[in-house]
């Protein structure tokens, strides 16, 4: 074998076991392919063997090809293992738990039968990195689901659970799983004699599925147009199975080759590679000493039933965690647990949850209205008011009745959170826990780190954010934390460039049209002008040299105050949410630019684009360079799961490196001369484009 470490075989009762040992998840790295193929060899040449069984050590079956390797140049093998397995003369189980993902679900399908585990998950999510099944995968899976079917898992690249492909006949048999690889054995004895082999390639019954609904191409390029946007893959994924449906077997495996090949290098496959390792990196921080023991958090509390608490307790249900939600006020309470309930009938009667998963759900969430009654919980996340008078006086009632060990956490979007802890006797139990809007739905969990928070509680912070699956983020302590901090300036820019003449569905289309789900300011229409117009008049009011927004404020100031009203930026029709474009709005930007002796001038689509990202990027050097964000690419995820940057665009940074460090810092820098001090260049920044470096290695030096 070439590689022993990373595949093992042995044979057992006549059956020949290939185990696949490369931690953490099987990936198919250096060695792991050639060992399949060694231990192919060796079997079929062993006469007391008389079928294999293929199974992964640890955690998981295969989570696919090694994506550290794309990208890079690699030799070009002479044998796959798909070829090979399902050529081979005895038949090969293919036992999977945890994952059979991308190239681990086609060596799967390579196998004559495929058994699972109940917990097992399998599936083709190649297109969520910019790429397509490249063994055979968009050949096979069609041949067993059918092409619509097939369409649908390796253009969503969605994980199917075991009892779903056992139905869709990609899983032969579920096993207990209670000791996979004797059962894996045991079946491999009962099918040893079975001839002829069941190989996939030679079935054809489901392909004609698509002679008698030749459309369904078509449909599934409509149905996933919005994912498809500015991507390429999706197409790519869906000529693939196209070809599984027009051309012999091996044929179609060269087209999907070739697709692949044309897929491997796009400026979106890099991106989304640089997502995917970004969402994992997010996850260290590097202060925090490796044998630290992270206390475990299993019960919940959550003071404030508003929209925000309500939402907070949900993402904690969700997760199967039991949480208090405890408001002094039992009509807020009843309100709240109202909207939650409310919020999971939608989701029923929309069928996404079932109405067992929701009871379920309701359970774990226990409204009290004292908070004596919520001080067993492990931690508590307070969402009340952002007052810090109110915050304060919260923390001193949580802090007399949690038990000593409990942690502190404040859902705060902007209080300085050492002011916060400061009325506790325990400050090194507080942090920030910082959710964004609709708090049971996105996914960025930012964890605040303030100047007396202990390296446990940091620890512990982070940890719960995983387990309710969300994707937690370092930040320090300071004004709008690091992800707000990081878009006042893409806000503010917005809004300016209106002034100046730009209009605001130029400004939308030039988002939506770079990957943005929705533009800025049908976002400010959906959300509500009359909050920020608020904000600002508060700010005002506490400074006499804060500048308004006229634009905006005269919006609200006519009754414009976005969808709610009818109107705001948009003029919307009764009972329909579409925007459409109104010149009411621009005869009033013309007006409020005139009073205000503001010139109104055109811009250009690429104008607009880097006057709105790049004062964030600017904003991004900052943070980094005062220690309050680790690194670049945790600030790009926090854009990707906090404000829905696009992904094939890999985040802010990265993309800011597609134009290079050098030429946004020049921008900026004149930008300043122009427009002055809110354009000021972060020394980092500076210094990055002066050296040629790369805004995605950027790194704080200390955190603070
Ligand atoms: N290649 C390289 N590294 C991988 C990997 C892969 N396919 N899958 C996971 N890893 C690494 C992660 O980067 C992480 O490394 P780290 O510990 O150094 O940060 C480690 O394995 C553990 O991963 P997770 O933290 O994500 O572990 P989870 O248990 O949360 O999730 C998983 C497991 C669902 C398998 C998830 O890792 C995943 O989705 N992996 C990617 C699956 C995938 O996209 N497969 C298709 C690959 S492309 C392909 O197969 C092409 C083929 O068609 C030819």
Redesign the pocket.
Known sequence: MTDKSVVHFDVEDGIGVITIDYP??N???PGVSDGILAALDKGEADPNVTAFVMIGAG??FI??????Q?GKARPNPTRRTYDALDQGKKPVVAAIH??A????L?NALACHYRIAVPSA?VG???V??G?????G?TQRLPRIVGPKIALDMIVSGR?VPADEAKALGIIDEIVPGKDLRSEAIMYAKSIAGKRPLPRVRDRSEKLGEAKTDPGMFDAARKQFARRMRGQPAPEKCIQAVEAACTQPFDEGVATERRL?GELENTPEAKALRYA??SE??I?RIPTLPKDLKTPEIKTMAVVGAGTMGGGIAMSFADAGMPVKLVDASSEVLERGIARIRDNYATSVKRGSLSQEEMAKRMSLITPVTTMEEIGDADAVIEAVFERMDVKKEVFKQLDAVMKPEAFLFTNTSALDIDQIASVTKRPEKVAGTHYFVPANVMKLFEVVNASKTAPETLAAAMKLGRDINKISGYAGNCDGFAANRSRIPFTLEQNLMVEEGALPHQIDKVMEDFGYPVGPFKVNDMSGLDISYDTRKRRKAADPSYRMLPIPDGLVEAGRVGLKAGKGWYRYEKGDRTPHVDPEVEALIKMVAAQNNIEQRSFTEEEILHRLLFGSINEFCKIIEEGKAIRASDLDVMWLHGFGFPRYRGGLMFWGDTIGAREVYNQIASWHQRYGKRWEPSALLRDTAEKGGKLTELKAERLR
């Open positions: 953490p998840v990936a198919l790295g955690r998981t989570a696919g090809a090694d994506i550290r794309f945890g994952y993902l991308g190239g681990g086609e998950k083709l999510p190649e969520q990195i790429i397509l099944p490249g063994g995968g994980h692949f995917f390792f994992r990196e996850a």
